[in-house]
């Protein structure tokens, strides 16, 4: 079986050939660097979540017959085309769950002791005689609300319990033993908002949940609350979100993601597009560099996840997962709807 695998980490390319020693494997930095004659006999493709399969990317893979994302989500994916192509898509649903817990609190902390912004105060030798400037608050005794309590939501409540904070959560599917154990509270999206001195967020990118923190939801938030976003950037209306900093009904945010972060990545290579059509993006990327902006706005490129111990978990169940497929009983499959 013929595998190309794009853009591995750091080393991560011995350790795929290792696990898949008889297969033929293809490291590439983008599908377009394969000749067009190895292209026409790839059989798997795997990708990392900033990588877009489109439906011009599969036209240039015709025998393909699976796509193993090394992530959770699949947005990045047409599921559409792979489905209507009969190209199973793998997903690696569980990893690093701990780690990107973790990394929401660090967002938390630095927002909630100014750690950051002194930081770049000091970077750039302003005097800093008035610390009143830099003043923050304890997280504990605060309550924290929980949009999402799958594996790393329910982490993310583990450890929020362990500091001493009290725990609101919003989910379709309440993990009621959780509940129990740590004495957290399920209620309903609203309430959660309403009772909250900080939200984080940790849903999936789907049509429900597209924009699921809008500015009529955030106009229910305390004054002065704060914002997390660890999950994908299409959960949260940006344009909203930056209204609703600058007029100071949230006192800051910490972003891992953003919403049309692909394209910000890209969005030079954007200039060349006169589609019409691309108004409502352009109006998102500007809100995007509103936020990079904003003293009160931590933004990182989409990290959460980058660790040691997580990468080689999604490494790891990326090659069980095809090496399931190559034997007929694949796993992790994602189920097109």
Same mark, same amino acid.
């Given at each position: 079986?013929?595998?190309?695998?794009?853009?591995?980490?750091?080393?991560?390319?011995?350790?795929?050939?290792?696990?898949?020693?008889?297969?033929?494997?293809?490291?590439?930095?983008?599908?377009?660097?394969?000749?067009?004659?190895?292209?026409?006999?790839?059989?798997?493709?795997?990708?990392?979540?900033?990588?877009?399969?489109?439906?011009?990317?599969?036209?240039?893979?015709?025998?393909?017959?699976?796509?193993?994302?090394?992530?959770?989500?699949?947005?990045?994916?047409?599921?559409?085309?792979?489905?209507?192509?009969?190209?199973?898509?793998?997903?690696?649903?569980?990893?690093?769950?701990?780690?990107?817990?973790?990394?929401?609190?660090?967002?938390?902390?630095?927002?909630?002791?100014?750690?950051?912004?002194?930081?770049?105060?000091?970077?750039?030798?302003?005097?800093?005689?008035?610390?009143?400037?830099?003043?923050?608050?304890?997280?504990?005794?605060?309550?924290?609300?929980?949009?999402?309590?799958?594996?790393?939501?329910?982490?993310?409540?583990?450890?929020?319990?362990?500091?001493?904070?009290?725990?609101?959560?919003?989910?379709?599917?309440?993990?009621?033993?959780?509940?129990?154990?740590?004495?957290?509270?399920?209620?309903?999206?609203?309430?959660?908002?309403?009772?909250?001195?900080?939200?984080?967020?940790?849903?999936?990118?789907?049509?429900?949940?597209?924009?699921?923190?809008?500015?009529?939801?955030?106009?229910?938030?305390?004054?002065?609350?704060?914002?997390?976003?660890?999950?994908?950037?299409?959960?949260?209306?940006?344009?909203?979100?930056? !209204?609703? *900093? @600058?007029?100071?009904?949230?006192?800051? $945010?910490?972003? +891992?993601?953003?919403? =049309? %972060? !692909?394209? *910000? @990545?890209?969005?030079?290579?954007?200039? $060349?597009?006169? +589609?019409?059509?691309? =108004? %409502?993006?352009?109006?998102?990327?500007?809100?995007?560099?509103?936020?990079?902006?904003?003293?009160?706005?931590?933004?990182?490129?989409?990290?959460?996840?980058?660790?040691?111990?997580?990468?080689?978990?999604?490494?790891?169940?990326?090659?069980?997962?095809?090496?399931?497929?190559?034997?007929?009983?694949?796993?992790?499959?994602?189920?097109?709807?």
């Amino acid at each position: 079986m013929k595998i190309l695998y794009i853009r591995p980490y750091e080393n991560e390319s011995e350790m795929v050939q290792a696990a898949l020693a008889e297969c033929d494997l293809i490291i590439a930095a983008c599908v377009q660097d394969v000749d067009e004659a190895t292209r026409a006999t790839i059989d798997v493709l795997s990708v990392f979540v900033d990588y877009e399969v489109t439906s011009d990317m599969l036209d240039l893979l015709p025998h393909i017959q699976c796509i193993a994302t090394r992530s959770a989500g699949f947005d990045h994916i047409d599921m559409a085309q792979a489905h209507a192509r009969g190209i199973c898509v793998t997903r690696v649903p569980h990893y690093g769950t701990r780690t990107v817990a973790e990394y929401a609190f660090a967002l938390m902390f630095a927002l909630s002791r100014n750690a950051y912004r002194s930081y770049i105060d000091m970077q750039k030798n302003v005097g800093i005689s008035d610390y009143s400037a830099y003043q923050g608050f304890d997280l504990y005794g605060k309550t924290l609300g929980v949009i999402g309590t799958g594996m790393i939501g329910k982490s993310v409540c583990e450890i929020a319990k362990g500091i001493g904070m009290k725990v609101v959560a919003f989910d379709a599917f309440p993990d009621e033993a959780l509940a129990t154990k740590h004495s957290i509270r399920y209620t309903s999206l609203d309430d959660v908002l309403v009772q909250s001195d900080i939200v984080t967020v940790h849903v999936p990118s789907m049509p429900e949940t597209y924009h699921m923190i809008n500015e009529q939801k955030l106009n229910l938030m305390k004054r002065g609350a704060y914002l997390i976003n660890t999950a994908r950037g299409e959960v949260i209306d940006t344009p909203a979100l930056v !209204h609703a *900093l @600058r007029t100071g009904r949230l006192a800051g $945010a910490g972003l +891992d993601v953003l919403e =049309g %972060e !692909h394209q *910000l @990545r890209e969005e030079v290579d954007l200039l $060349a597009q006169p +589609d019409k059509e691309l =108004g %409502e993006l352009w109006h998102t990327l500007v809100a995007d560099h509103a936020l990079i902006d904003m003293p009160q706005v931590i933004v990182t490129p989409h990290i959460a996840f980058n660790t040691i111990e997580a990468k080689r978990e999604i490494t790891e169940v990326t090659i069980a997962n095809i090496k399931k497929f190559m034997v007929g009983t694949p796993q992790n499959i994602v189920q097109y709807e």
